[in-house]
């Protein structure tokens, strides 16, 4: 792939990759083959916290590097944590960073640049999640591109509705990637076969509820990484749920059948119980990464939820548990993070209905891939039958392209799976 970016015949060449598969190593590996090849490049990525991960790593690989910092002049553009880089120059004006071998920025931001020349090269992350309106507001910024991103994520957000045109091949609100490709079918495509972040116990759930047609595997085997805890469990279906998702990596705690609001106090709670017991219980992880056993902090450990107002509750909780460094934010958030334990809120438990927004699969994708060791998802009793009483009523849109598999699938066979793995709250 990185052959066909540097010495390819074509324009583009797309990547795709699962979770955790090495997506970010291989923009920061490209980005300074590139740079050391003579070709300085720009590197667009789609949010300021995506764009400082980026300058972090580049300069952390290669402390020599220069790299560009481009942000906007509002108040604290970008994250302190940079200026412990000699190397990275910051800057809100393209003029200020010219000559520098590699600059990166979000979209929305080099989209009001007008350089005298073009990069020659320029390097496109999360390309899934761009819209195709913002890769065309860039798209005379740049003569060859590299596109890397995870095609099950979530879509690109959109504040406005853009059903008017859905199935046309000018839709702003489709994916980058699935715009360059419906126009330019003949580009080069590849994949990353391996989830380093994912283990053996959670790839292949993850692989055939949302890759059907690109497979993946874990870069590990089962026994490499191990959960384990020091406290003795007290017998409670919160010490049983996290025993049983040490064991398999996997579990369920079920609460009793209801309809409820949003935020539903009872769920809240049992979300940050978990979360309490989990850090007083002393978890320690087992895994390739090191040769001693690390103890489980509440900075490896993250709460996902479907909307805000759920997540602002959990934190609620977690503070009147004195629960202090946990990472509670929503699947749009979460995207492209990674932890050792996550705790899920599944999106439609509780709920009288199953929206097109509850039933995104790449919202769901997004909950149940950013673990190295266990996710405990917490959820209500009868949402299969929910499922069941709502199926799919979305009108089909000739020429629009339909995402694989879609969500009612894709929630079937994710609580088919943690069925065998629930414990029931009472």
């Keep these: 792939m990185l052959a066909d970016t540097l010495h390819g015949a074509y324009k583009g060449v797309v990547v795709d990759s699962p979770p955790g598969a090495g997506k970010s190593t291989l923009v ?27 300058v972090d790593r580049l300069a952390s690989a290669d402390p020599e590097l220069p790299v560009g910092r481009l942000h906007s002049s509002e108040p604290k553009p970008y994250d302190p944590a940079l200026d412990r880089h000699p190397s990275v120059r910051k800057s809100a004006k393209p003029a200020d960073l010219a000559g520098l071998d590699i600059v990166v920025s979000t979209a929305a931001k080099w989209a009001w640049v007008k350089p005298e020349e073009p990069w020659r090269h320029a390097i496109v992350d999360e390309a899934y999640q761009m819209r ?30 853009a059903e008017q045109w859905a199935g046309f091949s ?15 079918p003949e580009l080069p495509q590849h994949r990353l076969p391996v989830s380093w972040r994912l283990p053996a116990s959670a790839a292949p759930l993850v692989s055939d509820a949302f890759y059907p047609y690109t497979p993946f595997r874990s870069g590990t085997g089962h026994g490499d ?15 049983r749920v996290l025993d049983e998702a040490a064991g398999s990596g996997w579990g369920l705690l079920e609460l009793p059948a209801a309809r409820t609001p949003r935020t539903d106090p009872e769920a ?5 119980q978990v979360v309490r017991r989990m850090l007083d219980r002393e978890g320690v992880a087992h895994s390739e990464r090191a040769e001693e056993p690390v103890a489980l902090s509440a ?3 993250a709460v996902g939820t479907a909307h805000r107002d759920q997540a602002a509750a959990v934190r609620a909780a977690l503070a009147y548990m004195d629960v202090e460094g946990v990472t509670v934010d929503t699947a749009n958030r979460l995207q492209g993070r990674e932890f050792d334990v996550t705790v899920v809120l599944h999106p439609l438990s509780g709920r009288p209905d199953a929206t097109e927004f509850h039933l995104e ?22 949402v299969p039958e ?41």
Excluded: Y
Aim: charged content about 20%.
């Design 299 to 301: 900075g490896r450990i």
């Design 170 to 184: 000018h839709d702003p609100s489709a994916s980058a990637v699935d715009t360059l490709l419906s126009h330019n």
């Design 28 to 54: 920061v590996r490209a980005a300074r083959e590139l740079a050391a090849a003579g070709h300085p490049l720009m590197v667009i990525a789609q949010t300021n916290a995506q764009v400082d991960d980026l």
């Design 225 to 239: 990484r191990r959960l384990a805890f020091t406290a003795r469990p007290d017998g409670s279906p919160v010490d």
């Design 361 to 382: 699969t790449g919202r769901l994708c997004v909950l149940t891939s950013r673990h190295r060791h266990a996710c405990v998802v917490v959820c209500r009793a009868g």
């Design 268 to 272: 809240v709670s049992a979300v940050a």
């Design 132 to 161: 195709s309106d913002a890769l065309l507001a860039v798209a005379g910024l740049f003569e060859r591109a590299l596109f890397v991103g995870d095609p099950g994520q979530l879509d690109p957000f959109s504040q406005v509705g």
């Design 386 to 426: 929910l499922l069941d009483d709502h199926p799919a009523t979305e009108p089909v849109r000739l020429g629009a392209t339909l995402k694989a598999p879609d969500g009612w699938e894709a929630h079937q066979a994710v609580l088919a799976h943690l069925a065998a793995h629930a414990v029931p709250s009472r």
